[in-house]
């Protein structure tokens, strides 16, 4: 065999490779990661510890939960600005069926998936069946769900849970955070969710074109419906662990979390405008934001001037990103 005819056969099997790993979502989230992880590693001795990575994952794990439901959202080209004020009045009126009802503690964090998910179908319907903007609907539920979370307590934490909630919260399984034991199987499910089942075709196909999805054959109301359900559960149980670990069902909770979800989608490489990107990308953008968060505080940069470098971060990361993709 020739060396020619050797080099056009090597080069025919890496550059297939090589194309697969430029084109894949995954790649500008995991250099940043490495970039910033890198950087905060020599800006602070503390960074690079047991304790301090694990203590980033525990912080993360609400948000990036609720993350979970966002890159659902985006996905099929929707936004969903509720899902910070549904966790708030999923959190206070699950501690309520507990507290102030008297009812088994099962049964209050059932609630706090039911509301979540009651939520969700509510903002499915408008958006699917009522072909209302997303932004506008979640708009309008965000304040909805907050001011029922404030009437409901009076605007007041509502406590006296039963201890073992916090287990939830604080809680340890051989040494690793429970929020973060069930961050991390949220986060396999929804892989499984849109990798390997026609469900998660359909949500991409609904993002990449509607009109496409429709005239194949898909059922393009019913999975928008289920989307926005994914998005509302995904909000009871971020409530399950916000409210373990505050032991009280907090009203006021989880203001602006949306705009964090939003972000860790954003800086995992999903598409603003639907159709691309990968679960296992937000969980790296939900690390990489957890990271830069908590960079930042260990180099003592001033808590005001943090949110101007996480929003210059994102602006620069949604630039790289389409050029990257053009």
């Known amino acids: 065999m020739s060396h020619e005819s050797i080099t056009q056969r090597s080069h025919s099997a890496v550059s297939p490779v090589l ?48 993350a979970i439901g966002m890159t659902f959202v985006i996905l099929i080209g ?7 004020a549904v966790m708030a009045l999923c959190g206070t009126l699950g501690a309520g069926v507990m507290v102030h009802m008297g009812l088994p503690a099962g049964v209050g964090l059932a609630a706090m998936i039911a509301v979540g998910v009651l939520f969700g179908l509510f903002n499915g319907v408008l958006v699917a069946w009522g072909k209302m903007p997303a932004i506008i609907v979640t708009l309008a539920t965000m304040l909805i769900a907050r001011g029922l979370g404030l009437v409901y307590s009076g605007g007041h934490p509502v406590s006296g849970l039963p201890s073992w909630i916090s287990w939830f919260g604080i809680g340890r399984i051989g040494g690793i955070p429970v929020p973060v034991i069930i961050m991390v199987i949220l ?7 849109l990798q390997r089942t026609s469900f998660g075709r359909h949500v991409y196909a609904i993002g990449g074109n509607e009109t496409a999805a429709n005239l194949s054959g898909v059922n393009t109301k019913r999975i928008k419906l289920i989307v926005f359900m994914i998005s509302g559960f995904t909000s009871g149980m971020a409530a399950i662990i916000l409210t373990g670990r505050l032991m009280s069902g907090q009203p006021g909770a989880g203001v602006a979390f949306e705009l964090d979800a939003i972000a860790m989608v954003v800086l995992g490489g999903t598409a603003i405008a639907g159709g691309r990107g990968l679960i296992l990308g937000t969980l790296i ?6 990271i830069i968060n908590n960079g930042l505080n260990l180099i003592g940069i001033n808590p005001y001037l943090q949110d101007v470098f996480k929003g210059f971060i994102i602006l620069l990361a949604i630039y790289i990103g389409r050029e990257w993709r053009r």
């Open 187 to 193: 986060y396999a499910l929804a892989w499984f969710l």
């Open 285 to 290: 953008g939900a690390l990489l934001l957890g």
């Open 19 to 66: 194309t697969r790993i430029i084109q894949s979502p995954l790649l500008l989230p995991l250099v940043g990661l490495i970039v910033v992880s890198i950087a905060m590693s020599f800006a602070s001795d503390n960074f690079f510890t047991v304790n301090n990575i694990v203590n980033v994952l525990r912080q993360q794990s609400i948000i990036g939960i609720l």
């Open 78 to 84: 929707g936004i969903d600005l509720s899902v910070g």
